[in-house]
């Protein structure tokens, strides 16, 4: 089927469990979907949810944060502050109609390169059962909308400069 949803995940990966779990399901040959695009930040505690949201609103359907276990992180507790603000972003999501599902937060060590890639396979099956993120079309509806209103401005600023601009024919009732 050439025309089966591929989900676009952003994957914000903690450099020093999961990026590494990632090299190595890389290295040992592990076979998942290329679906993940990922982020490297130096622990998962720095996750900002705006920064999930921005990813939503730039076209992700899903986003993956994933790091150290709890009780392993390199920073003492950054795990425990993402896992609490991914819990509270996933209640913000789900009030504004977005299901919690598309986001989700995992932990997987250095070791754990085959780990990484069932994670991986699974976030992209529960998204395709999902399909596309309806944020994009609203995204999209925005847009459009921006656009239109950017050609009035441009229009205005011709006005007020004295320009010569073109008027629209009257409709005859």
């Known amino acids: 089927m050439a025309d089966e949803f591929e989900p676009k995940i952003l994957g914000i990966l903690c450099n020093w469990c999961t ?3 990632a090299d190595l399901a890389g290295v040992s040959r592990a076979q998942y979907p290329p679906n993940v695009r990922v982020v490297r930040i130096m622990c998962t505690g720095r996750v900002d949810p705006a920064f999930i949201m921005e990813a939503f609103s730039l076209g ?3 986003v993956l944060v994933s790091g150290c276990h709890i009780g392993d992180c390199h920073y003492i507790a950054g ?9 509270l972003t996933r209640k913000v999501m789900e009030e504004m109609g977005l299901d919690g599902k598309r986001l989700k937060m995992t932990f997987v060590s250095a070791s754990e390169g085959a ?3 069932e994670v991986v396979k699974n976030m992209v099956n529960d998204i395709k059962k999902l399909g596309p993120s309806p944020v994009q079309k609203k995204v999209a509806a925005a ?3 921006a656009a239109a209103a950017d050609d009035d401005l441009a229009e205005l600023s ?5 320009k010569k601009v073109e008027a629209a024919p009257l409709q005859k009732q």
């Open 19 to 21: 990026y590494a779990g």
């Open 60 to 62: 992700a359907d899903a």
């Open 79 to 87: 795990n425990y502050k993402a896992r609490r603000r991914i819990a």
């Open 115 to 117: 780990l990484w890639a």
């Open 143 to 145: 847009a459009h909308g």
């Open 158 to 162: 011709k006005i007020s400069a004295g």
